[in-house]
């Protein structure tokens, strides 16, 4: 009760900070200060601070299973294992704002902290603008999804957590992938900032470039875990769907990456200032949209916690201002400030840069119209439909071929103009390439040209990386990324071209075969927990040589809400895995069993780890050259 | 006469043009060829001729209509005026059952039978598909 209590207030006291910094800074702006006086550094602590304590409030409320608290009730259960009655603070609409507003209010501190050498005008532009998402925010939260309401009659049992919501990757999916979504709002603060006080220019994107790799990083992360989450938990054996809700994440981080590349040209050679710009103000944008369509009840999915439309229209509304704002901004400085040399279109790395980006936004418009599409249908002529894997398949596979070539040659260019040389070596691995491509497509049985061509991009862009790897005098960090992105490509097409798999309905005793395996399912077991009873069906694997391989998939029927889910058993090996689920449909004898073989799963998951590990090195390795 | 950078940048623009609505063009072709309709029996009893693309259908699962053998499901989907016949050999979802929503995705065969490919997932008891709540509130 008193947490609930000190939780609200704390939130009203930092909505108070908020509206006090903002005055603060315009006063400061006005004055010309020099420096930014600890006052206002103090007060963004404290506005963090304030945050903080509502957020630790509500995880305690969350702990103690304190049901006068209205989300903790709705979303939380006494039987519930303590890891999950945590997790379960931001498994709910009001608790994943709230997370938000301390990712948003903490990335604005670190903000503070690491540009202690910046501009004072641009710091205190950057919290103005940063400050106004964050009221922005504040009111929302407080207003429609306020996290500690309370209820009369306190409750003395809560309605639990949406089982599927109750695993491991899942639990830590939303912070992680909060970093990098909410992160980039103070990329959309500081690039307005920089317009303003005109401090686009090498040491801006220096300054900003850290930012950039932290939300690309984190985003990164967070993705590659609700994608795991995806593929084992509901028990479909794919890892990503094109849904709408992966649609939303992915596209803030297509334009990370465009930014990514762009920040850096703008570092080294001060290019593509207003695209820069541009690029900051669509990434933040996207993930506003991202956040309306998830909040607002217009997709269905897992995401949705609750459809209230206020909740919608005010972020709609809210984004629009931004969005405005960032307009007007952006065409009263445009041509103050932005002193470009004319760009010329040579064989450099400028070029390579501004084609990578090329690309990267007709990907981005693709993924952009199938998520959009569907909605707009809906809203304007009641037709419901929806936009399947094909549409993104044609759209986007034969695009990838020239990216990745212009990808495997773009990290070897120079700035400004490059000389290239065809050498023994550049022979040596195309010839490698077509040897190893055509082995592959023999090996798996396509004989389909555009895979064979896919496959031919995929190895050259793999082979290329390494070798550039060996190089001294390359960045490290770009190309060990872009390794594992040539990795992720492979594994991917490699995975959806030899996937098997087979569905049966069967009783105890029966077996069935797929390829060279029999699979016996030998008995069921059923399992009592704390939280859910299990039926746990006991399946053996007979693999050509004979070996046996035990996979026990299980069926939960959790009591708090009463539901059942599935919990594949996954063998998982070097180059495949086995990957098995069982299903019961009420009063019917059989059950549903469907058994796979993925291949290279492992290596979706690892080469995304890769491309992650490449940011990382890039932040830690900044003070040694960093180059794109 | 213009000068040479003023053509260039003409140049510049029309083919920037062209290509921007080239795209368009071919991504909206690809967006109608690929999008998938959803529709509810009593639609699709309205249609006048079965389409050979893909099609969603949503409804409530006929009691006692359920038959399973090895490799198939056979069920009826009903919006209680119009019925129709699916035969599916696939994983269901957790939640399907008798008297429960359910969205089938396959191709129809005529107007009374689809043979469905896929049945999609409910992710909790409260939720349904939009177009099932949509179909059934009819």
Redesign the interface.
């Given at each position: 009760m008193i947490i609930s209590q000190l939780g609200y207030y704390s939130l009203i006291f930092g909505l108070l900070t908020s509206i006090f910094i903002f005055f603060n800074s315009s006063i400061q702006l006005k004055k010309n200060n020099l420096v930014i006086s600890d006052k206002t550094t103090g007060l963004i602590g404290f506005q963090f601070f304030f945050v903080f304590i509502s957020f630790i409030s509500l995880i305690y409320s969350f702990i103690i299973s304190d049901f006068s608290n209205e989300t903790v009730y709705n979303n939380s259960h006494t039987t519930k294992p303590l890891f999950y009655k945590i997790t379960g603070t931001w498994g709910n609409h009001e608790g994943s704002l709230l997370l938000w507003l301390l990712v948003l209010t903490g990335v604005l501190l670190g903000f503070i902290f690491k540009s202690r050498n910046e501009p004072n005008n641009y710091r205190l532009l950057t919290t103005l603008f940063h400050q106004i998402i964050v009221i922005g925010f504040f009111i929302f939260v407080l207003k429609t999804s306020n996290p500690f309401n309370e209820i009369f009659p306190v409750q003395t049992e809560g309605l639990g957590l949406?089982p599927?919501l109750q695993d491991p990757a899942l639990g830590i999916h939303p912070p992680i992938l909060y970093l990098g979504y909410v992160g980039t709002s103070i990329i959309f603060s500081a690039a307005l900032a920089s317009m303003i006080s005109n401090y686009v220019n090498k040491s801006w994107a220096k300054n900003i470039k850290f930012w950039i790799l932290f939300s690309w990083i984190f985003l990164t992360g967070g993705i590659l875990l609700g994608s795991i989450w995806a593929y084992y938990e509901?028990?479909?054996g794919g890892f990503w769907f094109w849904d709408p809700v992966e649609n939303v994440s992915l596209m803030p981080w297509l334009s990370l990456t465009a930014l990514l590349h762009c920040i850096v040209t703008l570092e080294k050679r001060e290019l593509f200032k207003k695209w820069t710009i541009v690029l900051c103000i669509i990434t933040f944008a996207l993930s506003m949209v991202g956040t309306f369509l998830v909040r607002s009840g217009i997709l269905?999915?897992?995401h949705t916690f609750a459809n209230d439309p206020s909740r919608g229209i005010y972020i709609l509304t809210f984004l629009l201002v931004l969005v405005l704002l960032s307009f007007v901004i952006f065409i009263i400085y445009e041509n103050k400030n932005f002193t470009q040399k004319s760009e010329i279109f040579t064989l450099s790395k400028e070029t390579a840069v501004l084609i990578n980006n090329w690309f990267i936004l007709?990907f981005l418009?693709?993924v952009l119209?199938?998520t959009i599409?569907?909605i707009f249908l809906d809203v304007i002529l009641d037709?419901?439909?929806?936009?399947?894997p094909?549409?993104y398949n044609?759209?986007i596979l034969p695009f990838l071929i020239p990216f990745v070539l212009f990808m495997s040659i773009g990290p070897s260019m120079k700035w400004i103009k490059t000389n290239f040389k065809f050498g023994a070596k550049s022979f040596f691995v195309i010839v490698f390439t077509m040897v190893l491509s055509f082995f592959t497509v023999y090996f798996i049985g396509e004989k389909n040209i555009f895979i064979l061509l896919l496959f031919i991009g995929f190895f050259y862009l793999l082979l290329k990386s390494l070798d550039q790897l060996r190089e001294k005098t390359k960045n490290f960090a770009q190309i060990f990324s872009h390794t594992g992105f040539s990795l992720l490509l492979i594994s991917i097409l490699l995975n959806s071209f030899s996937s098997r798999e087979i569905?049966?309905?069967?009783q105890v005793g029966?077996s069935f075969t797929l390829k060279n395996e029999k699979i016996i399912f030998k008995k069921i077991a059923i399992e009592k927990e704390k939280n859910y009873e299990s039926i746990v069906g006991f399946f053996e694997i007979l693999d050509d040589k004979n070996t046996i391989i035990n996979l026990q998939p299980e069926?939960r029927i959790y009591n708090e809400?009463?539901?059942?889910?599935?919990e594949a058993s996954i063998k998982t090996t070097l180059f495949k895995d086995r990957f098995i689920?069982i299903?019961i449909?009420?009063?019917?004898?059989?059950f549903?069993v469907?058994y796979q073989h993925k291949p290279f799963m492992i290596w979706i998951w690892i080469s995304t780890l890769i491309i992650m590990l490449g940011g990382m090195f890039a932040i830690f390795r900044k003070n040694k050259e960093v180059n794109i | 006469m213009y000068s040479k950078k003023v053509k260039l940048r003409f140049v510049f623009i029309v083919v920037f043009l062209t290509l921007i609505a080239l795209?368009t063009f071919?991504?909206l072709k690809?967006?109608k060829d690929?999008?998938?309709?959803?529709k509810s029996p009593s639609e699709i009893n309205l249609l006048s001729e079965i389409s050979n693309k893909?099609i969603?259908v949503g409804g409530m699962v006929k009691k006692d209509s359920?038959m399973?053998?090895?490799?198939?499901?056979n069920f009826i989907i009903t919006d209680f005026k119009n019925e129709l016949y699916v035969t599916f050999?696939?994983?269901?979802?957790?939640?399907?059952?008798?008297e429960k929503g359910v969205v089938a995705e396959g191709f129809l065969n005529d107007k009374k039978f689809l043979v469905a490919d896929k049945i999609l997932?409910k992710?909790?008891?409260n939720?349904m598909?939009?177009?099932v709540k949509?179909s059934l509130g009819e």
């Open positions: 949406n599927i509901l028990g479909w269905n999915s897992v007709y418009s693709v119209i199938g599409y569907p037709e419901q439909i929806s936009v399947g094909p549409f044609k759209l569905v049966k309905n069967i029966e069926i809400p009463e539901m059942a889910t599935s689920t299903n449909i009420k009063d019917q004898n059989f549903n469907r | 795209t071919t991504v690809v967006l690929n999008v998938v309709y959803f893909k969603r359920v399973m053998n090895n490799n198939k499901i050999s696939g994983t269901v979802p957790n939640l399907f059952e008798e997932a992710h909790d008891e939720y598909p939009p177009e949509k």
